[in-house]
């Protein structure tokens, strides 16, 4: 993840042993302070819109869950509260107030929405299959994410969602696993990641409207 600001990246690394955040600055290259607190797990980070905080995902409750941190890993309260495995939470980089994210809470991982303080969760995804990935439109209207629903079922690809209308559409159709998509500034561009060539490679796209 980027920091809004772009002067800082913040990642999941095992350097230590047991995956946990580390955060960089993109000016000096040198790690910037983070403290990851005692769990099996803490990853998945993302920047808030105003750069002062972090969410990200952390086994310290027993099942992984969703957090919230100062950018030196302080001042951390828990998000959500289920019983079920969630990760990959993104805030809307437009409005602050709401996040989406991975759960495990209705069965196979599927994508869900909930307010910046836990509250109003909704699943965004249908059920089909398994989700993951999402990320944010710059606009803060649609995600782009990975499902194993539609073409080529069982295989991840990339797809496109309306968060207010629930409408998607498909953008890679019987090419490999693709997944992890990412926008690009313009709002208009993806990358991701694809075995279309046999190994994971990263690959650029366009990305048309949702239906």
Known sequence: AISPDGSKVAFTSYARGNPGIFILS???G????????????????????DGKQIVYASS???????????????NLR??????????EPKVNPKTGT??????????PQQIYK????????????????????PSWH????????????????????????????????????????NENPSWAPDGRHLVFMS???GTPQPAPGPAPAAA
Do not use: H
């Not at 302070?33 to 769990?39: I, K, L």
């Not at 310290?60 to 302080?74: K, P, W």
């Not at 828990?78 to 990760?87: C, G, K, N, P, Y």
């Open 26 to 28: 993109t000016e000096t």
């Open 30 to 49: 040198r790690r910037l302070p983070f403290y990851n607190q005692v769990a099996p797990l803490n990853a998945t980070p993302d920047f808030t819109p």
């Open 60 to 74: 310290a409750s027993g099942y992984t869950q969703i957090y919230v941190a100062s950018l030196d890993g302080s």
């Open 78 to 87: 828990r998000i959500s509260t289920s019983r079920a495995i969630e990760v």
């Open 98 to 107: 709401d996040i989406v994210f991975v759960s495990g809470r209705s069965g």
């Open 114 to 133: 909930m307010n910046f303080d836990g509250a109003n969760v909704e699943r965004l995804t249908n059920g089909e299959g398994e989700a993951s990935n």
């Open 138 to 177: 710059p606009d803060g209207q649609a995600i782009a994410f990975s499902w194993t629903r539609g073409f080529a079922t069982g295989n991840f690809n990339i797809f496109l969602m309306d968060v207010a209308t629930r409408k998607f559409s498909q953008l890679t159709f019987g090419a490999g696993r």
């Open 195 to 197: 075995t279309r060539r």
